[in-house]
Nanobody, 117 residues
C-alpha cells in the first residue's frame, strides 16, 4: 500500500507556470510507475504524464513540449512542471502510482489547477 499526497495546485493566468509535487509514503520500494492524470469538469480522467523508476517518460500529446515530469529518488517525490499553461489545462490533477505485483492503482486526493484566460 502507498499513500500519495499532492501539492502545488492553484489559480494562474494563461501563459504562466506551475509545479505540482507528489510525495508517496508506505511501500514505496514497490513503486514501478508514477504519473499525473487530470479531470476537467464533465470529462473523463485522462493521462497527463508518467515516469518509471528508470526515468522513462510518457506524455499526452496535448502537453508535450510544455510539461515535464521528473522524480527525485532521494526525496521519493515526483514533480510535474507545467509551462505555458492554457485554459484547457484546467482540472483536478491526480497523482498515480502502480506497484510491482499489485493489480490496481493508487491515487492521491487531487489538486485543483485553474488557468484563466
Amino acid at each position: 500500500q502507498v499513500q500519495l499526497v499532492e501539492s502545488g495546485g492553484g489559480l494562474v493566468q494563461a501563459g504562466d507556470s506551475l509545479t505540482l509535487s507528489c510525495a508517496p509514503s508506505g511501500d514505496i520500494f514497490r513503486i514501478n510507475v508514477m504519473g499525473w492524470y487530470r479531470q476537467a469538469p464533465g470529462k473523463q480522467r485522462e493521462l497527463v504524464a508518467t515516469i518509471t523508476t528508470h526515468g522513462s517518460t510518457n506524455y499526452a500529446d496535448s502537453v508535450k513540449g510544455r510539461f515535464t515530469i521528473s522524480r527525485d529518488n532521494r526525496k521519493n517525490t515526483v514533480y510535474l512542471q507545467m509551462n505555458s499553461l492554457k485554459p484547457e489545462d484546467t482540472g483536478v490533477y491526480y497523482c498515480n502510482a502502480r506497484l510491482h505485483g499489485v493489480p490496481y492503482d493508487f491515487w492521491g486526493q487531487g489538486t485543483q489547477v485553474t488557468v484563466s484566460s
